[in-house]
């Protein structure tokens, strides 16, 4: 009898699959972006500022070798640079954009936790009131009775940014590979 009511309550999701989703905070609000987005989570280190950039791209790191462009979402989202504290965290994302896959740090205030929310208890972004462009988010997560804002990883950089900051990210790893080899 276990076995059917289990079975049952099994059907009733099929197509209501789960979704897990990194959480963080940014300027004291929470966020999410899907984990099949996410690379890793590094403690902030030390960022190379890159010059003639714009305000939001922070500058680039060393990540094993590669080059990876950071990207302030404080400065992103509202203007105003993230502070640094012990908690802050850069989280590496992977991007595809037509034909290539970049990955980019995200600077966020403190990593939290992988939820998991049923894509029925996601609900379309809103028209207002949210304090970022709504074409960065990706929905509602609606978790224990409150909200998240799930980002739109692919959209929180449009066309014209996304080339300055993959230029970057190629000029950036010719010269790192080009300074490892004249040594």
């Known amino acids: 009898m276990a076995q059917a009511i289990e079975e049952t309550v099994d059907a009733g999701y099929a197509d209501d699959p789960i ?20 690379r890793e989570i590094i403690e902030y280190g030390s960022i190379t500022p890159i010059p003639m950039m714009p305000d939001f791209i922070s500058g680039v790191i060393n990540l094993r070798g590669s080059v990876v462009p950071v990207v302030d979402l404080n400065s ?49 972004a809103p028209k207002f009131g949210a304090k970022i462009r709504t074409d960065f988010i990706e929905g509602m997560g609606k978790v224990d009775g409150r909200f998240l804002i799930l980002l739109e990883v692919d959209s929180v950089l449009d066309v014209e940014e996304l080339s300055v900051v993959e230029a970057l990210a190629s000029s950036s790893d010719e010269a790192l590979k080009g300074h490892e080899s004249g040594r």
């Open 19 to 38: 979704l897990q989703y990194l959480t963080f905070q940014l300027a004291r609000e929470t966020y999410a972006v899907d984990i099949l987005h996410v």
């Open 76 to 124: 992103r989202f509202s203007g105003d640079r993230a502070s640094v504290t012990k908690r802050t965290s850069i989280i590496v994302i992977e991007l595809e954009k037509d034909d290539f896959k970049l990955e980019i740090g995200m600077v966020v205030d403190l990593v939290n936790d992988v939820l998991e929310i049923r894509k029925s208890n996601i609900e379309p």
